[in-house]
């Protein structure tokens, strides 16, 4: 009972640190190690909240168990081999019918199921959400087949001939950043080299790998102001890291002031501005992302990074080891 | 595909290779690339005697468009589909983003003030 206690506990407190992180600032400073931290939060949330309602299923099966047939072995725990272990044998008792009747049993099988049922969903939603994107892209790629071409003014991307300024990135094994004609229009040379640097980023370091379970996420749990707020604090944590990297090569402010213009200049066109104006927590976020590009402040020191790297692991290690190590 | 889109009827393979004069491609590779591209749903064709002749789906402005739109849309799996370099802003943003990149277009020693008060 220990076991689902701690994962249950492990259950809250993912949500808890979730929503205080997509509240801190701190991230600004660090969004690597924010990133990380985030995933850490996603992954042992999943496995802590899909452990507890398995071992709430299997927990002190013996019992029953023992009451629909003498075959338990005796004293062996549903925890003898972690939840992991009880999930397991509590599933083969279930297929031999010998699990036993009564309003406990009945209650321990509800838990069973909604855990595997959980399960089966973070799963599907993944998978769904990853055909969905090897679709959308690989239509993109057709089309771009057909339409875009490529100019010397940004070298290695494709250009389409669109009016309203747009830029993006098209990520995979065959990737490529696409710049509409509107774009080489507004910006200058220097700028363009900005872009084009913050698109690299993305591609080179897979930020679509990184956002796609917060995606799925979202997909399947669009209710929960939570997964909405850490979809769109990583969304954000992924450009802003992008933009450090970009700085790298380029100053600061032509990333800034290009940010600047194609946001400022894709306003009136945006397809569906009306989400936007409906999300206002993100309606600052080209507004932050310029302000640190042109106040860095300082990186977040040894000390509390370290501190970060210890709560990423802590929130993944402690619900595996629960769930596989016997108690 | 571009001869496609020019043209105001459909054509057949050969007249698409004669309009593909800078390029000395075989007739086969023509008919090829036509096959592919009606396979795909770009390319629409129909039996004119012994010949098919081949005509665009849709304009070459449909296709600019839906690609666009499917960039700049932000719902849903577009958007771990591709990264965009900055979400258009609603109106309101715009026009505050409109004042600060004129703050940032004055003198560069103006906008250091401007940053540290």
Same mark, same amino acid.
């Given at each position: 009972?220990? &076991? @689902?206690?701690?994962?249950?506990?492990?259950?809250?407190?993912?949500?808890?640190?979730? /929503? @205080?992180?997509?509240?801190?600032?701190? %991230?600004?400073?660090?969004?690597?190690?924010?990133?990380?931290?985030?995933?850490?939060?996603?992954?042992?949330?999943?496995?802590?909240?899909?452990?507890?309602?398995?071992?709430?299923?299997? &927990?002190?099966?013996?019992?029953?168990?023992?009451?629909?047939?003498?075959?338990?072995?005796?004293?062996?725990?549903?925890?003898?081999?972690? @939840?992991?272990?009880?999930?397991?044998?509590? $599933?083969?008792?279930? =297929?031999?019918?010998?699990?036993?009747?009564?309003?406990?049993?009945? /209650?321990?099988?509800?838990? $069973?199921?909604?855990?595997? =049922?959980?399960?089966?969903? $973070?799963?599907? @939603?993944?998978?769904?959400? #990853?055909?969905?994107?090897?679709?959308?892209?690989?239509?993109?790629?057709?089309?771009?087949?057909?339409?875009?071409?490529?100019? %010397?003014?940004?070298?290695? /991307?494709?250009?389409?001939?669109? %009016?309203?300024?747009?830029?993006?990135?098209?990520?995979?094994?065959? #990737?490529?950043?696409?710049?509409?004609?509107?774009?080489?229009? $507004?910006?200058?040379?220097?700028?363009?080299?900005?872009?084009?640097?913050? *698109?690299?980023?993305?591609?080179? *370091?897979?930020?679509?790998?990184?956002?796609? %379970?917060?995606?799925?996420?979202?997909?399947?749990?669009?209710?929960?102001?939570?997964?909405?707020?850490?979809?769109?604090?990583?969304?954000?944590?992924? *450009?802003?890291?992008?933009?450090?990297?970009?700085?790298?090569?380029?100053?600061?402010?032509?990333?800034?002031? /290009?940010?600047?213009? =194609?946001?400022?200049?894709?306003?009136?066109?945006?397809?569906?501005?009306?989400?936007?104006?409906?999300?206002?927590? #993100?309606?600052?976020?080209?507004?932050?992302?310029?302000?640190?590009?042109?106040?860095?402040?300082?990186?977040?020191?040894?000390?509390?990074?370290?501190?970060?790297?210890?709560?990423?692991?802590?929130?993944?290690?402690?619900?595996?080891?629960?769930?596989?190590?016997?108690? | 595909?571009?001869?496609?889109?020019?043209?105001?009827?459909?054509?057949?393979?050969?007249?698409?290779?004669?309009?593909?004069?800078?390029?000395? +491609?075989?007739?086969?590779?023509?008919?090829?690339? +036509?096959?592919?591209?009606?396979?795909?749903?770009?390319?629409?064709?129909?039996?004119?005697?012994?010949?098919?002749?081949?005509? !665009?789906?849709?304009?070459?402005? !449909?296709?600019?468009?839906?690609?666009? +739109?499917?960039?700049?849309?932000?719902?849903?799996?577009?958007?771990?589909? +591709?990264?965009?370099?900055?979400?258009?802003?609603?109106?309101?943003?715009?026009? !505050?983003?409109?004042?600060?990149?004129?703050?940032?277009?004055?003198?560069?020693?103006?906008?250091?003030?401007?940053?540290?008060?």
């Amino acid at each position: 009972m220990t &076991a @689902v206690l701690v994962l249950g506990l492990m259950t809250a407190t993912c949500v808890q640190a979730a /929503a @205080v992180l997509a509240a801190a600032r701190w %991230p600004r400073r660090a969004p690597a190690a924010a990133i990380v931290l985030w995933q850490a939060l996603g992954l042992g949330w999943g496995l802590a909240a899909v452990g507890t309602l398995i071992g709430l299923g299997t &927990a002190g099966q013996d019992l029953g168990g023992s009451a629909g047939s003498g075959t338990a072995p005796p004293g062996a725990g549903a925890l003898g081999s972690g @939840v992991a272990g009880g999930a397991v044998t509590a $599933l083969g008792r279930l =297929v031999r019918g010998q699990l036993g009747f009564g309003p406990m049993a009945l /209650a321990r099988l509800a838990s $069973l199921v909604a855990g595997l =049922v959980l399960l089966m969903l $973070l799963v599907w @939603v993944l998978l769904s959400a #990853s055909a969905a994107v090897l679709r959308a892209r690989q239509r993109q790629r057709a089309l771009l087949s057909l339409l875009a071409h490529g100019d %010397p003014k940004v070298p290695g /991307a494709l250009v389409v001939d669109y %009016p309203a300024a747009a830029a993006y990135c098209l990520p995979g094994l065959r #990737s490529a950043i696409v710049i509409s004609a509107g774009t080489l229009d $507004l910006l200058d040379s220097a700028e363009l080299a900005a872009v084009l640097a913050h *698109e690299r980023a993305h591609l080179r *370091e897979r930020h679509d790998l990184v956002l796609l %379970p917060f995606v799925a996420l979202l997909n399947g749990f669009a209710w929960s102001p939570v997964v909405r707020k850490a979809h769109q604090a990583v969304a954000l944590l992924i *450009e802003m890291h992008a933009d450090d990297m970009a700085r790298r090569h380029r100053p600061a402010r032509e990333l800034a002031t /290009a940010l600047l213009r =194609v946001g400022a200049a894709g306003g009136g066109l945006a397809p569906s501005g009306a989400l936007a104006a409906a999300d206002p927590a #993100s309606d600052c976020d080209v507004t932050a992302r310029v302000t640190r590009l042109l106040r860095p402040s300082q990186g977040l020191p040894a000390a509390a990074l370290a501190l970060v790297a210890a709560a990423a692991t802590l929130a993944i290690v402690v619900p595996a080891a629960v769930l596989v190590i016997p108690f | 595909m571009d001869v496609l889109w020019e043209a105001s009827e459909s054509l057949t393979v050969r007249q698409v290779s004669e309009q593909l004069t800078e390029r000395d +491609l075989a007739h086969t590779t023509v008919m090829t690339v +036509l096959d592919r591209l009606s396979k795909k749903g770009f390319a629409r064709r129909q039996r004119d005697g012994r010949a098919w002749r081949y005509r !665009a789906a849709e304009s070459r402005e !449909a296709y600019v468009t839906e690609l666009m +739109l499917s960039a700049l849309d932000q719902t849903g799996d577009r958007q771990a589909a +591709l990264a965009r370099f900055v979400r258009s802003v609603s109106g309101s943003e715009a026009r !505050a983003l409109q004042h600060a990149l004129e703050a940032l277009a004055r003198p560069h020693d103006q906008h250091e003030d401007l940053s540290k008060s």
